[in-house]
C-alpha cells in the first residue's frame, strides 16, 4: 500500500497515495482539469500543456504540467487561477487553428469561453498529442509510426514516409486519437491505416475476416504459439 | 608520454618540463582558433615552421599554434615572447619578415602593429591594447600560452595542480564546500549554483552517477565554449576529473556538436593524451580514483543544449526535454544521479581550487562571483571574445573593451542571452552586468552572447530574426512553444510587411506571457523574450510599423522606398553600377533616379554612396 499524502486542490482537502500525478488525484477526487495528450495507460508526457495548474510549495508559485506532477504532502493546488487560464486558453486557441472542428476541441473551448481562435486556420487536423506514437511504442511495443521534423514542421509519420515494416494493423493508433485523425477502414478483406493496406485473415472456421494477418504473426511471434492457433476467430473457438 | 602514477610523478613531470623550457627563448604564438583559421592562419604556422627550417633556428625559436586569443576581428593574430609583442592582420607571407626583423633583430614591423581608433597611437603589447587592458582573462587567458595538441604545453603553466591538489588529501565535501563558498554559478544559461548541483548529485541514491560537460553551445553568435574546448580543452578535462571526484562519478561525457570539429579534434586529443599519462582511466594517481570521459557529438538541434533534452540524445533518443520536475541530480542520464555543467563553469574550476574560493570571491558582485566570457558581436569595432569580471559596466564593454560603434553611428541596444535573450537599450548602458541585472531589464545572461546594434536596425525585425530561428529551433512537443512561437512570428512577419493591426501589440503581449508560463522546458520558456523585451524598450517602432507603416530605422522592405536627393547627387555613377536590378540609372554628371518599380530594396544604393544623396523613407 502506497503512502497517502495530503494536499488541497482549490481549496479541497484530499488525500492520495504517494506517486500519483496531480491530474490522477483531481480526477479521483472529481475535479476536472482539461487535458488532451494524458492517458492513464501511457507514461506521463506533458505536451499539450492544457492540464496547467498553479501549485504553491513554500513560498513559490508557479504553473506545472497536473499530468506530470506528482502529489506531496501539503502542496496547495488551484486548477483555475487566471494565470492558469490564459495559458489554456492560449493552448486551446493554437490548437483550433490546426484543427477547429472537432468537438473534443470545441468542448475545451467552450469551456474555456474561447469561442474562435484568433489565429489563421491552417486546418492539419492533427494536434500532435501524440497518444498514437506512444500508444504504439508503449502499449503495442512495435513503434512503427513516431515524429518526424521539429517544431512547426513535427508531424507524425511513418519511417522514411513509406509503409511502415513494423506496423501490426492493430489500428490501436486509430482508437487512441482524441481527434479521430487517423483514418481507418476495412473493405474485402483489406484494412486501410492511414494509405497503407494491409490483408486480414479470414476465420479457418466461419470463412469472415476477423484480424489483420500481419497482427496475428506479431501475436503468433510473441507468445511462441503457432500461427495456426491464432487463424480462428474469438466467435469460433 | 610515459604514465604517472602517483600525484608526485605527475608534480615532478611538471617541473621537468619547466625546467627544461628557457623563458628567454624567442617563442613564435600564431593564433589557430577557428576565427584565425579562417583568415588562414594555418597557412601562416606553416610558413613560420619552414622559414625556421630554412633559417636553422630549429630548437632556438619556439613556434606554436595556440587556441583562440579572442580578438577575432583583427586576425590573423601572432605574439612573439617573450617581449610580448602583438602582431595583427597578420599576412600569410609575413612570417619571413617576422623571423628575420623581429625575431632575430628586434626591429618592430611597424605595419603589422595595432593602431587605437581612438588615439591613433600604435600599440607594441599585446596587454596594452585596450581591448585586452580592460578585461580579466583568468579562464580564456591561457589560450595563447599552450598548443592545445599539447599536454606537456599545459602542464607547464602549472596545469592539473589543482587535480594533485584534490588527489592529495581534499575530501569531496570539502571541495564541494570550496565551489559553493566561491559562489560559481553556471556559465550555460541557468545561472545555478555549481556547488549545489554537486552536493545534490554526491547525495542523490544511486550508482553509477555521470557528469556531463555541455558544449552543445547554439546561440548565433556566441562561441566561448567551441574557444575554450578548442584552446584548452586540458581545463575543462581538469575541472570535470575534480567535479567527477567531488561527487563521486566514474563516467564523464563531453555532448559537444559536430559543427565545431576542431573542438571535438581537440577535446578528443586531450582525452587520449590524458589516458596515455594515467590522468584519466582507472585509479588515477594511485589515489584510487577512477574516471574516463566519452565524447559525444551532438546533430546541431538547438534544444539539445536543453540539459534533459542533452540527456535524451546521450541516451540515443531524439532530442526533446521532458519535464524537470525531477532534477537530472536525482534521474537523470540513464536514470542516475547526474550533474550536468557548460564548459565555461568547469573550466573555472582549477581556478579556484589552485587559488581558494576567497580569492574567487573578491571578483564580481554579491551574487555572481568571477568573469564571464561574451561574445561581442555586431555593431562593434572589436568583435571577439572578451572575458570580463561581473558587474562591469556595458557601457565598458561596449565602448572601452568594444572600442564603440563602427562608423560613427549611434548604439541602439544591446541583445544579451542568445536568441531568447533581450534587448537593452541605451539608457541601460551603466548597468552593471550579472546574472541579476540582467533578468531585472528583461534580458538574461544566458551563454554570454552580446550582440550590439546601432540605429540602423529595426527592433521589430530584430524580434522576428530570433523567433524566427526559435522557431525552427523548436522540437515541437509542446503547443506553446512550437504553435505559439510559429503564430508569434507570423503576427510579427505581418507587422513589419505593414499589414499589423492595432491589437497585435495586446496579443502578442498576452501570448508571451502565457507561451513563457506554458512551455515545457527553457527554450519555450524564453522564447518570447525578444519580443517583449523589445516591446518594453521600443514600443514606439512598433506602433509605428502598424499605424503609420513606417520602418523608422529604415530596414523592413515593405515600408521603405529609396530616392536620391537631386541637391546631392554628383552623377557619380557608381549606384548604377552597384545596383542589381538596374534600377538605379543615369548619366554621367547627371543627376540619378531609381525606378521604384524594378526596386528590390537591397539597400547597395544607399550603402555606397558616398555623398549620401540616397534617401531611405
Known sequence: ?237 | MKKVKTAQELKSLQEEIKNSRDPEKPCITICAGTGCLTYGSQKLVDNFRSEIEKQNLKGKVEVRASGCHGFCERGPLVVINPQNIFYQRVGLDDAEEIIKETVLNGQIIDRLLYVDPVTQEKILHEDEIPFYKRQMRLVFGMNGNIDPNSLEDYLAIGGYNALIKVLNGMEPEAIIEEIKTAGLRGRGGGGFSMGLKWEATRKAPGLPKYIICNADEGDPGAYMDRSLLEGNPYSILEGMLIGAYAIGSDTGYIYVRNEYPLAVKNITIAVEKARELGILGKDILGSGFDFDVLIVRGGGAFVCGEETALIASIEGRSGEPRAKYVFPSERGLYNKPTNINNVETWANVPLIINKGAEWYRSIGTENSKGTKIFALVGKINNTGLVEVPMGITLREIVYDIGGGIPKGRKFKAVQVGGPSGGCIPESHLDLQVDFDALSKVGSMMGSGGMIVMDDRTCMVDVALYFLKFLEEESCGKCTPCREGVHQMRLILERITEGNGKEEDLKTIEWMGKAIIDGSLCGLGGTAPNPVLSTLRYFRDEYEAHIKEKRCPAGVCKALITYTIDPELCTGCMVCAKICPVEAATGEKKEVHTIDQDKCIKCGACFESCKFDAVKVS
Request: proline share 5%; charged share 25%.
Open chain 1, 1 to 237: 500500500m502506497a503512502e497517502m499524502v495530503s494536499l488541497t486542490i482549490d481549496g479541497l482537502k484530499i488525500h492520495a497515495p504517494a506517486g500519483t500525478t496531480i491530474l490522477e488525484a483531481a480526477t479521483d477526487a472529481n475535479i476536472y482539469i482539461p487535458h488532451l495528450c494524458s492517458n492513464e495507460e501511457l507514461a506521463p508526457y506533458g505536451a499539450c500543456r492544457l492540464c496547467m495548474v498553479e501549485i504553491t510549495q513554500g513560498e513559490r508559485a508557479r504553473l506545472v504540467a497536473s499530468c506530470i506532477f506528482e502529489v506531496a504532502d501539503g502542496l496547495e493546488v488551484k486548477t483555475n487561477t487566471e494565470r492558469v487560464l490564459n495559458v489554456r486558453r492560449l493552448v486551446i486557441e493554437l490548437l483550433l487553428a490546426r484543427n477547429n472542428k472537432h468537438p473534443a476541441l470545441r468542448k475545451i473551448a467552450d469551456e474555456l469561453g474561447v469561442k474562435e481562435t484568433r489565429f489563421p486556420i491552417e486546418q492539419k487536423g492533427c494536434i500532435l498529442c501524440g497518444q498514437c506514437v506512444r500508444t504504439c511504442r508503449e502499449v503495442v511495443g512495435v513503434s512503427a509510426i513516431g515524429f518526424s521534423g521539429r517544431g512547426i514542421t513535427r508531424k507524425v509519420a511513418t519511417p522514411f514516409m513509406e509503409s511502415p515494416p513494423d506496423c501490426i494493423a492493430c489500428g490501436s493508433c486509430v482508437y487512441v486519437c482524441p481527434v479521430q485523425f487517423i483514418p481507418m477502414k476495412e473493405e474485402n478483406g483489406v484494412r486501410t491505416i492511414m494509405k497503407y493496406d494491409y490483408p486480414m485473415q479470414k476465420c479457418r472456421k466461419c470463412g469472415q475476416y476477423f484480424a489483420p494477418k500481419k497482427q496475428l504473426e506479431y501475436f503468433s511471434k510473441i507468445t511462441n504459439l503457432p500461427l495456426e492457433h491464432f487463424e480462428t476467430c474469438v466467435d469460433c473457438r
